[in-house]
């Protein structure tokens, strides 16, 4: 029996058939109320495949998981929003209070290791790049890693290329032209900037043991996206790839409330950072 049908036309059983689908490879919960995201998200594959319905959709995946359609729709289920130094009251903390510390703690080695989890296209490692060049970073040991479970963004992050709408999100018309050149219709990075970053496929919900020690991680507008047990097990695995005193910034609306025994919340707002223990 399909089960009821929802008000998108998705009959109950095959909604929760998505949400088990996406929470498997993801983490992400989706709620009882993301009717409409599937609907919008998900329509352009059922026509692609000429489908009648995502019950159909639902009926192909059931055959097999694992299947490039299986991908599809995680990644089309995934926000992946994101926008140069966004949240800029976080880079004015990064700028006035750890980039001083560490330019007078790492004198010696001169190197320095950041970490965008959950990067998505690349806006976040870029802004972090750019900004340290600007604060007069640049021979110094950088190296920044982006990682995102998403192949799909990370290929967009790895090109550097971004549309002029992207470019138009955050990014200061001065630091435009002086970071970016133009390649047809996009914007292309300078390779000074690109040679920071390096981007992995990584899911946040394996051992991340091996990353690190950094500096700074961002783990920003992700852990939303998560249930109470996966975002503490992503914290404590991301303590333990940070220096001490290392920073952690999150989303606006995400904390590390609970999780004292970590971490330590510097600053106030949109700008507080938490300071590893
Ligand atoms: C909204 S974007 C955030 C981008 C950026 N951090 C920012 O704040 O602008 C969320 C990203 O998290 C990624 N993501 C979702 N689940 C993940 C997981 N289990 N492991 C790693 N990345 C994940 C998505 O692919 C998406 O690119």
Redesign the pocket.
């Known amino acids: 029996m399909p089960g009821q049908t929802t008000t998108a036309g998705i009959h109950s059983d095959n909604y929760r058939f998505l949400q088990e689908h996406v929470y498997a490879q993801?983490?992400?919960v989706l709620e009882q109320d993301k009717h409409y995201l599937f609907e919008t998200r998900l329509a352009p594959i059922v026509r692609q495949l000429g489908l009648g319905s995502i019950n159909d959709l639902c009926a192909v995946l059931r055959s097999s998981r694992e299947t490039e359609v299986g991908r599809r729709v995680v990644?089309a289920m995934?926000?992946?929003?994101?926008?140069f130094f966004?949240d800029p009251g976080q880079y004015e903390a990064i700028r006035k209070t750890l980039l001083p510390r560490l330019k007078q703690e790492r004198r010696d080695t001169k190197r320095l290791r950041f970490w965008?989890?959950?990067?998505?296209?690349g806006?976040?490692a870029y802004s972090l790049a750019i900004l340290l060049l600007e604060e007069g970073f640049g021979d110094w040991n950088i190296q920044i890693l982006g990682?995102?479970?998403?192949s799909q963004?990370l290929d967009r992050a790895r090109s550097g290329k971004f549309h002029q709408i992207e470019v138009n999100r955050g990014l200061p018309a001065a630091l435009l032209i002086k970071y970016f050149k133009r390649a047809g219709v996009e914007w292309a990075i300078n390779d000074q900037v690109r040679q920071m970053v390096r981007f992995e496929t990584?899911?946040?919900?394996k051992s991340l043991r091996a990353f690190g020690p950094f500096d700074l991680v961002?783990?920003?507008?992700?852990l939303i996206?998560?249930d109470a047990e996966t975002k503490k097990k992503i914290l404590k695995e991301i303590h333990g790839t940070l220096f001490h005193r290392g920073w952690l910034l999150l989303?606006g609306a995400e904390t590390a409330f609970g999780f004292e025994e970590w971490f330590e919340r510097e600053g106030s707002g949109n700008a507080a950072a938490y300071e590893a223990k």
Do not use: K, M
């Open positions: 993801t983490g992400i990644e995934t926000t992946n929003e994101t926008y966004r965008s989890a959950a990067s998505s296209t806006q976040e990682t995102d479970f998403s963004v990584l899911d946040l919900r961002f783990c920003r507008n992700v996206y998560f989303g």
